[in-house]
């Protein structure tokens, strides 16, 4: 660029001295002016030749070609400073366009990084014909260019731009996803034909095709399965696990073979969604879930939410204390921040599976999400009211839980619109100061009081404490909530904290105020 713009202006100066040289060449060999009117102008032999003429008339001749000459040359002279003009301004723009350069590798860029500018890009289509003629939408971190040339103003008005595009990219990270962010599902299917029931609600709720694609990844090689997903057609992309093969297990883990093999096929599936797919992010369901009408709304509003806070790593549509007596069915839009890793129709980032995909585990994944080494203190959203139940009691878990919490799980009926909804308060400054002054400012009761209920006016909020394990466990199976604990965290608890209903009343079984860590010696 510097070698250009100098050529350019080595070239104008040469302009400038050859045209005065060609100048001072033509008006020293220019030839006699005839007189006006007489042999046409000055031609050779002509009778008068310049200040040959006599007397007045001749003087008079002789005064109007010198004003001709002159005008002339004040024409050409004109000409002459335009073109300089055109040099010095090119010369200008050159110097400040090194300038520009300097700038841009030092204090600009500095300014554009600290303000940490996301803009969206185009990503590779996802499969077949499930997205022909969409474009996927990536948050990356990149810089806006400059233009080649730009005055001052212009420069300055750029890094306005910019600067009002990172506050418009902060109000995004706290409200709406943009419409064009492609959101995919992935069901997880093995041998249950019933996979129908999940995939004909997803597609009946799902809004667009293009915008939420179904990809169905199947271990197993079980064919009647296969038969039920293929016959969906173009509505989802079947993908098959290739490796069906018997893992080796200690002796005493040979009753677990089904662990190690979901294991594998999550391992296998997510990496198709992230690294062959291309996706910056998949909702996970498994082939024995059925899905509320919002669900689509559900993850596609919480999806910037989960982008800009670091402290969270996932969003799930489940409720594990979720039972139809233990939630407010009056509010079905309140959402929590959780420590406890929910699953069961959950929300991942390409960033968190990159960090997660190295060290997967071998077997029973799901608690190794919720140990302190993967979790590192960070949190999931999760509703009130569930977006998810699940009909299959059949499984590697032999049905554990199932006949007694989870077959009584309510799925929410009622359409939430959340993406109209500010959604900043689960960002976690503003969530724990407000959450743990609610909790720990509520009237501290007995168990007692809560199951006799008498004494008590209102209908709560109200604060039941624990401080140990056995207490916690107590407390918990008495109230009606799961008493499991995973590396010391309890199902659906924040900062200690469980949140449900007790026969109408809001209840928040606590620890002491003061809480600092999870002992994961209470598991």
């Given at each position: 660029?510097?070698?250009?713009?100098?050529?350019?202006?080595?070239?104008?100066?040469?302009?400038?001295?050859?045209?005065?040289?060609?100048?001072?060449l033509?008006?020293w060999?220019?030839?006699?002016?005839?007189?006006?009117?007489?042999?046409?102008?000055?031609?050779?032999?002509?009778?008068?030749e310049?200040?040959?003429?006599?007397?007045?008339?001749?003087?008079?001749?002789?005064?109007?070609e010198?004003?001709?000459?002159a005008?002339?040359?004040?024409?050409?002279?004109?000409?002459?400073?335009?073109?300089?003009?055109?040099?010095?301004?090119?010369?200008a723009?050159?110097?400040r366009?090194k300038?520009v350069?300097?700038?841009?590798?030092?204090?600009?860029?500095?300014?554009?990084?600290?303000?940490?500018?996301?803009?969206?890009?185009k990503?590779?289509?996802l499969?077949?014909?499930s997205?022909?003629?969409?474009?996927?939408?990536?948050?990356?971190?990149?810089?806006?260019?400059?233009?080649?040339v730009?005055p001052?103003?212009?420069l300055q008005?750029?890094?306005?731009?910019?600067?009002?595009?990172?506050?418009?990219n902060?109000?995004?990270?706290?409200?709406?996803a943009s419409?064009e962010?492609?959101?995919?599902?992935?069901?997880?299917?093995?041998?249950?034909?019933?996979v129908?029931?999940?995939?004909?609600?997803l597609?009946?709720?799902?809004?667009?095709?293009?915008?939420?694609?179904?990809?169905?990844?199947?271990?197993?090689?079980?064919?009647?399965?296969?038969?039920?997903?293929?016959?969906y057609?173009?509505?989802?992309?079947?993908?098959?696990?290739?490796?069906?093969?018997?893992?080796?297990?200690r002796?005493e883990?040979r009753?677990?073979?089904g662990?190690?093999?979901?294991?594998?096929h999550?391992?296998?599936?997510?990496?198709?969604?992230?690294?062959?797919?291309?996706?910056?992010?998949v909702?996970i369901?498994?082939?024995?879930?059925?899905?509320?009408?919002?669900?689509?709304?559900?993850?596609?509003?919480?999806?910037?939410i989960l982008r800009?806070?670091p402290?969270?790593?996932?969003?799930?549509?489940?409720?594990d204390?979720?039972?139809?007596?233990?939630?407010?069915?009056?509010?079905?839009?309140?959402?929590?921040?959780t420590?406890?890793?929910?699953g069961?129709?959950?929300?991942l980032?390409?960033?968190?599976?990159?960090?997660?995909?190295?060290?997967?585990?071998?077997?029973?994944?799901?608690?190794?999400?919720?140990?302190?080494?993967?979790r590192?203190?960070?949190?999931?959203?999760?509703?009130?009211?569930?977006?998810?139940?699940?009909?299959?009691?059949?499984?590697?878990?032999?049905?554990?839980?199932?006949d007694?919490?989870l077959?009584?799980i309510?799925l929410?009926t009622q359409?939430?619109?959340?993406?109209?909804?500010?959604?900043?308060?689960?960002?976690?400054e503003?969530?724990?100061?407000?959450?743990?002054?609610?909790?720990?400012?509520?009237?501290?009761?007995?168990?007692?009081?809560?199951?006799?209920?008498?004494?008590?006016r209102?209908?709560?909020?109200?604060?039941?404490?624990?401080?140990?394990?056995?207490?916690?466990?107590?407390?918990?199976r008495?109230?009606?909530?799961?008493?499991?604990?995973?590396?010391?965290?309890?199902?659906?608890?924040?900062?200690?904290?469980?949140?449900?209903?007790?026969?109408?009343?809001r209840?928040f079984?606590?620890?002491p105020?003061?809480?600092?860590?999870?002992?994961?010696s209470?598991?």
């Amino acid at each position: 660029m510097v070698r250009k713009k100098g050529s350019v202006i080595l070239c104008g100066a040469f302009l400038f001295v050859a045209w005065n040289a060609l100048l001072l060449l033509y008006l020293w060999g220019r030839p006699p002016i005839g007189r006006l009117g007489e042999g046409g102008g000055a031609e050779p032999g002509g009778k008068e030749e310049w200040g040959m003429s006599k007397g007045k008339e001749g003087q008079i001749n002789l005064a109007g070609e010198v004003i001709r000459l002159a005008e002339e040359v004040e024409i050409q002279l004109e000409t002459q400073k335009k073109l300089l003009k055109q040099i010095e301004s090119h010369r200008a723009v050159w110097a400040r366009q090194k300038d520009v350069g300097k700038r841009d590798d030092t204090d600009d860029t500095k300014e554009v990084k600290e303000e940490v500018v996301h803009w969206p890009s185009k990503p590779p289509l996802l499969l077949k014909d499930s997205l022909d003629d969409r474009a996927q939408t990536e948050v990356q971190h990149t810089k806006k260019p400059i233009p080649a040339v730009a005055p001052d103003s212009q420069l300055q008005h750029k890094f306005i731009e910019i600067k009002e595009e990172v506050v418009e990219n902060n109000k995004l990270a706290t409200s709406v996803a943009s419409p064009e962010v492609i959101i995919p599902i992935l069901v997880i299917a093995c041998d249950r034909v019933t996979v129908k029931r999940s995939l004909d609600r997803l597609i009946q709720y799902r809004p667009s095709s293009q915008l939420y694609p179904i990809i169905v990844s199947q271990d197993c090689g079980h064919a009647d399965t296969a038969r039920v997903i293929g016959s969906y057609g173009d509505q989802v992309t079947h993908i098959s696990q290739p490796d069906l093969s018997d893992i080796r297990v200690r002796p005493e883990h040979r009753k677990f073979q089904g662990y190690y093999k979901i294991a594998r096929h999550y391992r296998w599936a997510l990496n198709q969604v992230f690294n062959t797919f291309s996706q910056s992010t998949v909702v996970i369901v498994e082939d024995d879930l059925e899905v509320a009408p919002d669900f689509f709304e559900y993850f596609r509003a919480l999806y910037p939410i989960l982008r800009s806070d670091p402290t969270l790593w996932c969003v799930s549509a489940w409720n594990d204390n979720g039972r139809d007596a233990l939630v407010d069915p009056s509010k079905a839009e309140l959402l929590y921040r959780t420590d406890f890793f929910p699953g069961l129709g959950w929300m991942l980032l390409k960033e968190m599976w990159d960090e997660l995909e190295p060290k997967w585990p071998l077997a029973f994944w799901d608690d190794w999400m919720r140990q302190p080494e993967q979790r590192k203190d960070r949190s999931c959203i999760r509703p009130e009211i569930s977006r998810t139940i699940t009909f299959g009691r059949k499984g590697v878990s032999l049905g554990q839980f199932f006949d007694q919490y989870l077959r009584y799980i309510k799925l929410n009926t009622q359409f939430v619109p959340f993406t109209k909804q500010n959604l900043s308060y689960l960002l976690k400054e503003k969530y724990d100061e407000k959450f743990i002054k609610e909790v720990y400012s509520v009237p501290l009761v007995k168990i007692e009081e809560l199951q006799q209920g008498g004494n008590l006016r209102g209908p709560g909020p109200y604060r039941v404490q624990y401080s140990s394990r056995d207490s916690f466990k107590v407390f918990a199976r008495n109230l009606g909530v799961m008493d499991d604990l995973k590396s010391g965290v309890p199902r659906t608890g924040y900062r200690g904290i469980v949140s449900f209903l007790y026969r109408g009343r809001r209840v928040f079984l606590a620890p002491p105020e003061g809480w600092m860590q999870y002992d994961i010696s209470w598991s």
